[in-house]
């Protein structure tokens, strides 16, 4: 007899810095403007966490937080903590295990997901796999970055659109349909080249020269990512639609991870 238990999504939070950097402020740092910005991707303004001494744990821990919060429950009773991000606070220790002694979940094991955009629905993913196998009954999945920290400021391709935050979920088992319920993931190594960050690996460990040449920065490629993100998040949500006997008429709300209005819009037109 199949486990009638499956994952569902009980309490939602997040936190972002008070900090704002806006489109206005990025004019007088690259060659951009507000009308530039806000016509080819749609942002007015990122959450900057300015404090030195703070880093993603303290994000994740501020939207954990409130989740206890907000649920009504004590960190003794989060089993397990899924931090999703490419920007930990250090190599190790991961911060999920930062933000499970900030939270004093004692009973709680944790670790880390490196997935970058990808990263938090594949934490939700993997989170409910434990839930559904009836060993784990709550679940903390949150999803945060301090990418200021890698942003070139000089680079107008990437620091018109990372700012800093967190967001988070508390997954727990339920016997109906209010559920995550079916998922479907790709990924293509080939283009990595085309979004990534050199420096701070194993491949080139920080040095005089990797700072040099500015290798612990973000480099992206942005036509090469827009043509691939536009067309795989339009194809593979219209494989799991077509897998759930789902038409466009169905859906009512597509919450895309994205950073550009122009690639949501050609998703959404592929999928009618």
């Known amino acids: 007899m199949p486990n009638p238990l499956r994952a569902a999504i009980t309490s939602v939070s997040h936190y972002v810095p008070e900090d704002r950097l806006t489109n206005d402020d990025l004019s007088e740092m690259v060659n951009t403007s507000d009308e530039w910005i806000?016509?080819?991707?749609?942002?007015?303004?990122?959450?900057?966490?300015?404090?030195?001494?703070?880093?993603?744990s303290h994000l994740c821990t501020k939207a954990a937080e409130?989740?206890?919060?907000?649920?009504?429950?004590?960190?003794?009773?989060?089993?397990?903590?899924?931090?999703?991000?490419?920007?930990?606070?250090?190599?190790?220790?991961?911060?999920?295990?930062?933000?499970?002694?900030?939270?004093?979940?004692?009973n709680a094991w944790g670790f880390d997901l490196s997935a970058a955009c990808a990263g938090f629905v594949y934490a939700m993913t993997v989170g409910a796999q434990f839930i559904q196998a009836g060993t784990h009954k709550r679940v903390l999945?949150?999803?945060?970055?301090?990418?200021?920290?890698?942003?070139?400021?000089?680079?107008?391709?990437?620091?018109?659109?990372?700012?800093?935050?967190?967001?988070?979920?508390?997954?727990?088992?339920?016997?109906?349909?209010?559920?995550?319920?079916?998922?479907?993931?790709?990924?293509?190594g080939s283009g990595g080249e085309h979004l990534c960050q050199p420096g701070g690996g194993s491949l080139h460990p920080a040095s005089h020269e990797t700072v040099d040449?500015?290798?612990?920065?973000?480099?992206?490629?942005?036509?090469?990512?827009?043509?691939?993100?536009?067309?795989?998040?339009?194809?593979?949500?219209?494989?799991?639609?077509?897998?759930?006997?789902?038409?466009?008429?169905?859906?009512?709300?597509?919450?895309?991870h994205q950073a550009n209005k122009r690639i949501i819009a050609a998703a959404a037109r592929r999928m009618k």
Do not use: W
């Open 213 to 256: 040449k500015k290798m612990h920065v973000i480099r992206q490629n942005g036509r090469a990512v827009m043509k691939f993100a536009s067309t795989s998040m339009a194809d593979v949500s219209g494989r799991i639609m077509e897998r759930n006997g789902l038409t466009a008429e169905d859906i009512k709300l597509l919450v895309p």
């Open 141 to 188: 999945v949150i999803g945060g970055d301090k990418m200021s920290a890698f942003i070139d400021y000089t680079d107008r391709n990437t620091c018109i659109l990372f700012g800093d935050g967190a967001g988070a979920v508390l997954l727990e088992p339920t016997e109906d349909d209010h559920c995550i319920q079916d998922f479907i993931f790709h990924v293509d």
């Open 38 to 56: 806000m016509s080819h991707v749609g942002i007015r303004e990122r959450r900057i966490l300015k404090d030195k001494d703070l880093a993603t």
């Open 66 to 106: 409130r989740i206890l919060a907000d649920r009504g429950i004590a960190p003794s009773e989060i089993d397990l903590i899924i931090v999703a991000t490419i920007t930990p606070d250090m190599t190790f220790p991961a911060t999920a295990c930062l933000v499970q002694n900030n939270i004093g979940a004692e």
